[in-house]
Nanobody
Framework: QVQLVESGGGLVQAGGSLRLSCAASGGIFRVNAMGWYRQAPGKQRELVADINRDGRTNYEDSVKGRFTISRDNPKNTVYLQMNSLKPEDTAVYYC??????????????WGQGTQVTVSS
């Protein structure tokens, strides 16, 4: 029932910027934690950043100072502003949103993934 739609990936040169968006819809009572993960070829999926409902954020060490996660609660949307991109940031980026649905059911939902490629 819950659908996540990601947008904003693409190809950018090193040092450039991209902004990812992920909007949730369908059967939502409340959106809880929101986050971004990434998976590079041959590597495990890793947490990039997350944000709780109160706005408290957490970042993977390699992106601190370069990436900013934010959320718009009325729009059920999470953003990832990525600046000073490096080739090692190349990966498929996935949003993850934890949602409380009807009757208090909590579900963990993933976006379809969006490719970010940073050329050197």
């Amino acid at each position: 029932q819950v659908q996540l739609v990601e947008s904003g990936g693409g190809l950018v040169q090193a040092g450039g910027s991209l902004r990812l968006s992920c909007a949730a819809s369908g059967g939502i009572f409340r959106v809880n934690a929101m986050g971004w993960y990434r998976q590079a070829p041959g590597k495990q999926r890793e947490l990039v950043a997350d944000i709780n409902r109160d706005g408290r954020t957490n970042y993977e060490d390699s992106v601190k100072g370069r990436f900013t996660i934010s959320r718009d609660n009325p729009k059920n949307t999470v953003y990832l502003q990525m600046n000073s991109l490096k080739p090692e940031d190349t990966a498929v980026y996935y949003c993850r949103i934890t949602v409380t649905q009807g009757l208090g059911v909590v579900t963990d939902n993933w976006g379809q993934g969006t490719q970010v490629t940073v050329s050197s």
